[in-house]
């Protein structure tokens, strides 16, 4: 079974620019989650959907970040305008909204601003 | 705000030792996982457990809500256990999103 796919697996770009981290989830899967993970800072919660609506978006750092699940199967982070700050892990997780299912985790987008 | 905090941040050992690695959790927290992330980044998850033991090969969970402690166990360690083990709290079933602990190192010398 596929896991979950995240792309671009790295991306090293100019501060300023647009970027966008894509991830689809697990086929059935419901809920699905970003995560940041630094060295300063570890692994962190951005925001996570369930049944595509965003249900808590309290780890946006700031307004420069944004997320949509337009469908069950697709969701986006992008950043805009994005900073050195911005460089990270960044992680899409998906589950199915049951009592003991465990999260999946994609492989992860190594995010570098120049 | 729910915390988890785990402890040693850093572990080495030598090659068949046991090892321990403990969390602990604030209330509101009704279930972890325990993660691990080898140096190529991919998080796994090894265990998800709210209550009682699991156990998965060489790899032993236990969680004792009362306390709000839970342990990760590592029998005969070998050189590929080598990883960053991270403990993660859940709020509520699977969908709510983690709050982690900030990793041990352990490495697991031949």
């Known amino acids: 079974d596929a896991g979950v796919i995240q792309s671009p697996r790295h991306e090293v770009t100019e501060m300023g620019q647009e970027v966008t981290l894509r991830c689809k989830p697990i086929?059935?899967?419901?809920?699905l989650f970003w995560y940041r993970q630094t060295m300063m800072r570890g692994l962190e919660l951005l925001i996570y959907f369930n049944n595509n609506v965003p249900i808590d978006d309290s780890g946006m750092p700031e307004d420069r970040f944004s997320a949509k699940m337009p469908n069950a199967s697709f969701s986006t982070l992008k950043i805009q305008p994005s900073e050195p700050r911005d460089s990270a892990v960044y992680f899409c997780?998906?589950?199915?909204?049951?009592?003991?299912?465990?999260?999946?985790f994609g492989d992860g987008t190594r995010l570098s601003i120049l | 705000k729910n915390e988890v905090e785990q402890s040693p941040q850093n572990l080495t050992a030598q090659e068949g030792e046991f090892i321990t690695i403990n969390c602990s959790y604030s209330v509101g927290i009704s279930a972890l996982h325990w993660l691990q992330q080898h140096p190529g980044g991919g998080i796994v998850s090894l265990f998800m457990l709210s209550s009682g033991k699991k156990k998965h090969g060489r790899l032993i969970a236990t969680i004792n809500i009362q306390e709000k402690h839970s342990s990760l166990h590592i029998t005969a360690s070998h050189p590929r256990d080598s990883a960053v083990y991270i403990c993660a709290g859940i709020s509520r079933g699977g969908a709510d999103g983690l709050t982690f602990g900030k990793g041990t190192h352990l490495i697991i010398q031949p």
């Open positions: 997780a998906s589950t199915l909204d049951r009592v003991g299912q465990p999260q999946h």
């Open positions: 086929s059935g899967h419901n809920s």
